[in-house]
């Protein structure tokens, strides 16, 4: 193999920008250079650091001074996957390999530790392990939601058949609206988890944001008078179809105009938006439609905020958590974009981004 000349290699640039936090030691232990990915990892400058003991670096328990102390002692590299290192901003976890520096008459001239950033990979191991978890979960959830779905519709058609018949005593009618009732709600969070659990490819047609919107309004909109709510809508009559799974569509807009009616506990305003936005930085350069949803509630709670599309986040009595979880993750297979964030004055706005059929 041809040998590169140092004229073709300059081992200053080598060593600048090299990934890994170098540092060299003379016999004594003390600094004599540290490359920038060494300052980085260690917050220091090469300047500060120059003629300082390795143990002020370090910290003097820390076993990566043994490691370069055995590799000087032994002439032979020696490696330690799992250590630590202190910055300003805090602890770093890195993997280290020591070795034993010698001119070229072999003697030998002090040491060199090498320093890998493990930080990284930790958070890609990390992401692994949840979507293996949820997948996991996943199985585990629509498993249990099947096995569970027959006996609650057994129970609750059992409740009705017993509230059906001639001597059943009208007094103890209040106890079966419970045990209906209370079926209900289980049977929507069995629903819940298997939408979130088992998510079904959309059926994608053409489909317009505001028909849909004013859909779910035929149905809900009495339900929300009663509550002291009423609708506000804003649409832009022009918004050209999105392609999208109607019924997908549907339930992700029902979450979010429940959530912004529950928001408004004493009554208020909810603004239905819609309009339409050419080439979308927030949506991959897709030409959108932009759904928004605006309450006047009591807006987002520090927490809320931190853990919006978490599954099974909730800060209802009676929630499931589940209901922007799987708002984010249709508008995700579609390949939209969803956002919460402060209204004007007070409450939320959701946004919701969907591409349009024709780009
Ligand atoms: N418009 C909103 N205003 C204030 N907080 C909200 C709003 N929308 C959602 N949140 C917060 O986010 C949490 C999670 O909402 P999500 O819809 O996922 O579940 P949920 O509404 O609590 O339960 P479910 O949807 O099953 O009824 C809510 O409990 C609430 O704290
Ligand atoms: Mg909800």
Request: charged letters at 25%; proline letters at 5%.
């Amino acid at each position: 193999m041809e040998r590169l000349t140092s004229a073709q290699v300059n081992y200053e640039d080598l060593l600048e920008s090299l990934q890994d936090g170098l540092v060299v030691v003379d016999r004594d232990l003390r600094v004599t250079f540290l490359n920038p990915a060494g300052e980085e990892l260690l917050g220091v400058s090469a300047a500060t650091a120059h003629g300082k003991p390795l143990a002020s670096l370090l910290g003097t328990t820390s076993p990566l001074i043994a490691l370069v102390d055995r590799a000087m002692e032994t002439g032979r590299a020696h490696a330690e996957h799992e250590a630590s290192v202190q910055n300003p901003q805090g602890k770093v976890s890195v993997s280290a390999m020591a070795s034993l520096l010698s001119d070229h008459s072999g003697e030998a001239r002090g040491g060199v530790l090498l320093l890998r950033d493990l930080t990284r990979i930790r958070e890609l191991e990390e992401q692994v392990r949840r979507a293996e978890r949820l997948t996991a979960v996943g199985t585990l959830v629509a498993g249990i939601a099947h096995e569970v779905r027959n006996p609650l519709m057994g129970v609750r058609g059992a409740a009705q058949l017993l509230m059906a018949e001639s001597t059943f005593p009208p007094a103890l009618k209040e106890y079966c609206d419970v045990v209906i009732r209370e079926v209900d709600r289980l049977n929507g969070l069995v629903e819940g988890m298997l939408a979130f659990a088992q998510p079904s490819p959309p059926r994608v047609v053409e489909c317009n944001a505001n028909q849909i919107l004013e859909e779910i309004l035929a149905l809900e909109e009495a339900v929300l008078r009663r509550r002291g709510v009423t609708v506000g809508r804003i649409y832009d009559p022009q918004v050209p179809p999105v392609a999208a799974d109607p019924d997908q569509i549907r339930q992700v807009f029902l979450n979010l105009i429940r959530n912004g009616a529950e928001a408004m506990e004493g009554g208020g305003e909810l603004t239905l938006e819609t309009a339409y936005e050419r080439r979308s930085p927030r949506c991959f350069g897709l030409s959108v439609a932009v759904v928004k949803v605006i309450d006047q509630g009591a807006g987002l709670s520090p927490e809320a905020r931190q853990h919006l599309f978490d599954p099974f986040f909730t800060t209802k009595p009676k929630g499931t958590g589940l209901g922007l979880a799987i708002c984010h993750r249709i508008v995700g297979d579609h390949r939209g974009h969803i956002e919460i964030g402060d209204a004007e004055g007070k409450g939320c706005t959701v946004t919701v981004l969907l591409p349009l059929a024709k780009q």
